[in-house]
């Protein structure tokens, strides 16, 4: 067993999105690897439910805690109920997301876009804040953040400006966390998924709209491989670091001319 992976053993992870998914297939696989997983969501019976049966499914603890993170006091309370029951926080995955259908930039409502923001830009740095307040005051200092960046952090889809603005930002994020972070041992990275096979990207078999103005069926991966990764990323020592990192469907449209 490496250094890393013993210390995986005692380790406090949150997971934020982490009741269905991408999320709950990373909080699984880190819960296979000897973390204490606290999954959070805005639905407290999904959580409930997912909670129970990854701890069977793992042995793993698992707890459930029901939060909003495009809310400050509800991400207060979250880190609160963590430092509480634990009294640290080693890994912070940054995951709760959302998206839109395919909607012409002229035709978003300020509600759509304000939406979109609070969960997937918002709630990150939120968390993170909080995060940063708990890992810096820990003993011993530090900790690692992951954030689920998005293939969409580097090349959009068409139509999707809310989305893709708010990944591209998350990269943003991902660097000045990484390079704040650096005094206080805490590490930063994201990672970019291109297509794990979700709710989120059924629709993806049926045909998506292509930057071409064609619609085609594309390729998906397990969300097991992406969930592989993230443990990867997770249990390095705190002296390294991955800070970019895509996992995506081999034969999916990404590198090419649209």
């Not at 490496?2 to 053993?9: D, G, K, M």
């Not at 406090?12 to 991408?22: E, F, M, N, P």
């Not at 019976?45 to 698992?62: C, M, N, P, Q, Y």
């Not at 509600?111 to 830009?121: C, P």
Request: aromatic share 4%; glycine share 10%; hydrophobic share 45%.
């Amino acid at each position: 067993m490496t250094e890393a992976s013993s210390n995986a053993q005692s380790a406090i992870a949150l997971v934020t999105g982490g009741g269905t998914g991408i999320g709950r297939a990373i909080a699984k696989a880190l819960g296979s690897a000897g973390f204490k997983i606290v999954i959070s969501g805005r639905r407290a019976d999904v959580l409930e439910k997912s909670a129970r049966e990854l701890s069977k499914e793992t042995g793993a603890e698992f707890l459930a805690v029901a939060a909003d993170v495009s809310d400050p006091n509800s991400v207060r309370s979250l880190f609160d109920t963590i430092a509480g029951r634990y009294g640290r926080l080693d890994l912070l995955v940054n995951n709760a997301g959302t998206g839109l259908p395919a909607v012409p930039m002229e035709e978003l409502s300020f509600e759509q876009w304000n939406a979109i923001v609070g969960a997937n830009l918002t709630g990150a740095f939120l968390c993170t804040q909080q995060a940063f307040r708990l890992m810096k005051a820990q003993t011993p200092q530090g900790g690692r953040i992951i954030n689920n960046g998005s293939i969409s952090a580097t090349t959009p889809r068409p139509h999707s400006a809310p989305y893709t603005a708010t990944k591209h930002a998350i990269t943003g994020l991902t660097k000045s966390t990484a390079l704040d972070g650096r005094p206080f041992d805490i590490a930063c990275g994201q990672i970019d998924i291109g297509n794990a096979a979700t709710d989120m990207t059924a629709r993806m078999s049926a045909g998506v709209l292509q930057a071409n103005g064609e619609t085609a069926a594309e390729p998906t991966i397990s969300a097991e491989h992406v969930a592989r990764a993230v443990v990867y990323m997770a249990t390095l020592p705190l002296d390294a670091n991955v800070l970019s990192m895509t996992v995506m469907a081999t034969k999916m449209p990404l590198v090419g001319r649209g």
